[in-house]
């Protein structure tokens, strides 16, 4: 495979979000752990996984595979510091 296919594959990979949880709980799990969260900033619908992961990487200043990283491990139950 070549190297922009596989880069192609890496970047929608990081954009689909594998939640364990039902979006709700893991949305107020998120506002638990980071309160400077509000419910304008955690709007997902499964479709525009990326304009959450985007939205959230700019107001905290962290890369998105660190954003979807925080938000899987959060809704698996495992509650990182931030």
């Given amino acids: 495979m070549s190297e922009a296919i596989i880069a192609y594959y890496k970047k929608w990979e990081i954009l689909?979000?594998?939640?364990?949880?039902?979006?709700?709980?893991?949305?107020?799990?998120?506002?638990?752990?980071?309160?400077?969260?509000?419910?304008?900033?955690?709007?997902?619908?499964?479709?525009?996984?990326?304009?959450?992961?985007?939205r959230l990487s700019v107001k905290m200043g962290r890369t998105k595979e660190h954003i979807k990283a925080w938000i899987e491990s959060v809704s698996a139950n495992t509650r990182p510091s931030f």
């Fill in 16 to 54: 689909i979000l594998s939640l364990q949880a039902p979006w709700p709980e893991v949305k107020e799990l998120l506002k638990e752990v980071n309160s400077e969260l509000s419910d304008e900033d955690l709007i997902y619908e499964p479709e525009k996984g990326e304009e959450l992961i985007q």
